[in-house]
């Protein structure tokens, strides 16, 4: 859980090098893993483990798509 707050940073500050529409759907994904992650707490905690990691991937894999086809730059 720590490493989803942690990730939630990443999130909200990139609005820094990605357009403001991109922002809330980037928010929306880690929201869907907060929501996973409250979910899968008591029933699979070593799952939750790997939220955060998939979270952060996620992230750099949209930030780099979208600096690359879609020009987005700081």
Known sequence: MVGLV??????????IVTPWWAVPPLLV??????????RWFSTRPYAVLLLPVSAVVLWFAVIIAGGAWLGWSA
């Open 6 to 15: 942690s990730c939630f940073f990443l999130y909200v500050v990139s609005g």
């Open 29 to 38: 994904v880690w929201l869907i893993h907060l929501v996973l992650a409250l």
